[in-house]
């Protein structure tokens, strides 16, 4: 298990737990059945890119945590890019989805799911 608390890890916001709560019930019937994954991989147009994804459950080395009645797990790997990271969700008239407000990322792309360290 990674040695970064979950505090220290990402925060939820209201409306990014209130979103997944949302999509879990319409996936199990139920807003607390599963978990959102936050992945990092490398890619994108500034080296590396967000990815989020419903999951059942945590695996070895994931942190987890809960914020606002919602559940999000990040695996070893990826959160040491995520560490402080805000998780948000935006809606407005370019639509809706989640994005992250990462103080470790040095430059990212105008989509906001690429960014650079």
Wanted: overall charge negative; proline content about 3%.
């Amino acid at each position: 298990m990674n040695d970064i608390s979950p505090i220290e890890a990402i925060e939820v916001s209201e409306a990014a737990a209130r979103r997944i709560g949302q999509i879990m019930l319409a996936e199990h019937g139920d807003p607390k059945a599963g978990r959102l994954r936050i992945l990092v991989t490398g890619g994108g147009c500034s080296g590396f890119q967000y990815h989020f994804k419903l999951d059942e459950g945590p695996e070895e080395g994931d942190i987890e945590l809960e914020a606002h009645g919602a559940r999000v797990v990040v695996d070893d790997m990826s959160l040491g890019f995520l560490k402080g990271s805000r998780l948000q969700y935006i809606e407005n008239l370019e639509g809706s989805y989640f994005t992250l407000e990462n103080p470790n990322a040095t430059s990212s792309c105008g989509c906001g799911t690429s960014f650079a360290i």
